[in-house]
């Protein structure tokens, strides 16, 4: 079975451009997670998705949005972007929401802003 | 608040030591689970093991080990006879019940030299 997908690999994008960050969960999982991980740092939470509703949100300002489809997978949005949203964005699923969940990882899409 | 200290920002051994990360973490719920996660050069990061708050046995998986004392708050990851293979960062994670959240710690680099 394919694991977590992630589109693109890599990016690179200027200050005050917009982004769009793809992920399809493994089949038959319904929960989404988003994280950003700054180089040398562990994964900061952005957004959690469960049947298409958001169940969660991280410290991270409007300019990042995210949504999940009818068949699951999800989209995260990021607007004017700064040069600090520079790192590498990793998409999580899930059978179900809770923690007694085992979250699968993505690769993840490395984001450069210039 | 929730925290996840990895104290341990880098250990290196030689092939065939053992060793040991450290993970301490806090927490006010009593319902909660805890996670490790390898994450190797390519980026993803891979499943390790996950343990919930009631659950305090140590489990054992080949050359790996968790033991899980709530009396400290820690939850500590041993590789014995560590193999090249083994060098990568590793993350030690907290969620709550009721949550997909993961909250990292900020990784513990492992560099197994031949």
């Known amino acids: 079975d394919a694991g977590v997908t992630q589109s693109p690999t890599h990016l690179i994008k200027t200050r005050g451009q917009h982004v769009t960050l793809r992920c399809s969960p493994i089949s038959g999982h319904k929960s989404v997670s988003w994280y950003q991980q700054v180089l040398g740092q562990g994964p900061q939470f952005i957004f959690q998705y469960y049947e298409k509703e958001e169940r969660g949100r991280g410290n991270f300002p409007d300019r990042f949005s995210a949504r999940q489809f009818p068949n699951y997978s999800s989209e995260l949005n990021v607007n004017a972007l700064l040069l600090g949203d520079s790192a590498l964005y990793l998409c999580?699923?899930?059978?179900?929401?809770?923690?007694?969940?085992?979250?699968?990882f993505g690769p993840g899409t490395r984001l450069t802003v210039l | 608040a929730q925290k996840v200290t990895q104290a341990q920002t880098e250990i290196s051994v030689v092939e065939k030591e053992d060793v040991t990360l450290d993970c301490v973490y806090e927490?006010?719920?009593?319902?909660?689970?805890l996670f490790w996660y390898k994450q190797p050069p390519s980026g993803e990061l891979v499943f390790l093991i996950r343990r919930n708050s009631f659950d305090e046995q140590n489990e054992i998986s080949g050359r790996y080990s968790w033991n899980f004392q709530k009396s400290t708050s820690s939850f500590n990851f041993t590789i014995t006879a560590s193999q090249v293979v083994d060098s990568a960062v590793y993350f030690c994670?907290?969620?709550?019940?009721?949550?997909?959240?993961?909250?990292f710690g900020t990784g513990t680099r492992l560099q197994v030299f031949p």
């Open positions: 994670a907290l969620s709550e019940y009721n949550t997909d959240k993961l909250i």
């Open positions: 999580a699923s899930s059978l179900g929401s809770g923690g007694h969940n085992e979250q699968f």
């Open positions: 927490t006010r719920d009593t319902t909660y689970y």
